[in-house]
């Protein structure tokens, strides 16, 4: 079995939840809706033997509708086949259905893009924070939280501050000029003078 | 004996006699066993770990006795990220060590954040407990925190132990 044939049998069996089919370099990635999630991840443990669910995360499309999506990341080991399947969420309505009773590995995952990306997952067993601490008001992950960090307090438990940025983020950009050069304090945006021996960003 | 000892000692006049001033001698037994409480966070910790191995040896400055009970330690060593979230455990294993106490930042994280200028990292030790010496490098060689081992050892003779911090003693003389 190769993941087209996967993604096959699974829009075969589930054509009215397949929203869109996706193949790049060899990559086969499957949109979903949310609703027919928990009943395709079943299938596909069940009947295609994918056995490992290597990640799940989520993607911010700030500014889109919907903003989210959920990206799951299987694995057969029988096979060695990969297939990726996604899901929107939406701001609104900011919740996924849990596969942790299929892949029990899901529950740590789902906790951290719980904690990160704030989408809340259904009849999860134990859905708390994994990084932050509990009490943190954000999630970080967001497009529209800062890097550099908001302030907030959680007494005895932890606190947090804005992290001072003096103009970066900090980055470094492929030249061979100078550590100056190397290592400005921003990536500069529009027409700013480059300075010599600059190379292109890919 | 050189004239800027704080001991002097002369074996004509005494065999077993040495004359010297209190503050001199605890400094002197101070800062020859600091006892570290080695608050490994990050991949500092791996050269402090250098450090005590055979090669940089720290006991050659009485620092060997890594002590992981803040009640049994002098100096503590932070060495690594200091995360948000560990932060105030740091702290509170700080206020657990018994007074006279010092600190050292070991490594660009725990001086100043390091390349960490995030959501999730203290910008520096120093936000929560005093440090007595900074150490740069990312991480620091072992050499580096032998180096910041005797800046502390020439800071602790300095102090004035007695008269600073046994007052109500020195008064009652």
């Known amino acids: ?202 | 004996m050189s004239d800027q000892s704080p001991i002097t000692y002369d074996s004509k006049i005494e065999g077993n006699i040495i004359f010297t001033q209190l503050d001199a001698a605890i400094n002197w037994m101070r800062s020859n066993s600091l006892w570290p409480m080695p608050m490994g966070l990050a991949c500092c910790a791996i050269e402090l770990m250098a450090a005590g191995a055979s090669r940089f040896d720290i006991s050659r400055f009485g620092a060997e006795v890594m002590r992981f009970s803040p009640r049994q330690s002098d100096v503590m060593i932070v060495a690594g990220t200091v995360t948000y979230k560990m932060a105030l455990s740091v702290k509170r294993i700080w206020d657990q060590m018994p007074e006279p106490k010092w600190c050292i930042a070991m490594g660009a994280c725990a001086s100043s954040g390091g390349m960490y200028r995030s959501y999730a990292v203290l910008q520096g030790i120093d936000h929560l407990i005093p440090v007595d010496v900074y150490i740069s490098g990312c991480p620091p060689r072992p050499e580096a925190l032998l180096d910041g081992l005797m800046k502390l050892q020439k800071k602790i003779m300095g102090e004035h132990s007695v008269t600073d911090q046994k007052k109500a003693l020195v008064e009652s003389l």
């Open chain 1, 1 to 202: 079995m190769t993941a087209a044939e996967a993604a096959a049998r699974i829009t075969e069996n589930f054509s009215g939840a397949i929203t869109g089919e996706k193949e790049f370099r060899g990559e086969t990635s499957l949109t979903l809706d949310a609703a027919a999630l928990h009943g395709i991840c079943s299938f596909a443990k069940e009947s295609l033997g994918f056995d490992y669910l290597v990640d799940i995360s989520a993607v911010d499309h700030f500014g889109e509708e919907p903003r989210f999506e959920v990206v799951y990341e299987l694995y057969s080991m029988g096979h060695a086949v990969h297939l990726r399947l996604k899901i929107p969420v939406s701001e609104d309505n900011c919740e996924a259905q849990t596969i942790s009773d299929i892949w029990p590995t899901a529950d740590w995952h789902e906790r951290e893009v719980y904690d990160l990306m704030g989408i809340g997952f259904r009849n999860h067993p134990d859905l708390r924070r994994i990084l932050m601490w509990e009490g943190y008001p954000y999630h970080p992950l967001r497009k529209d939280f800062p890097l550099e960090g908001k302030p907030s307090d959680a007494p005895e438990l932890a606190f947090s501050d804005a992290a001072p940025l003096a103009g970066g983020p900090f980055v470094t950009v492929p030249t061979d000029g100078t550590t100056q050069v190397r290592e400005p304090r921003a990536r500069h945006a529009g027409e700013v003078p480059r300075p010599e021996k600059f190379i292109e960003e890919p």
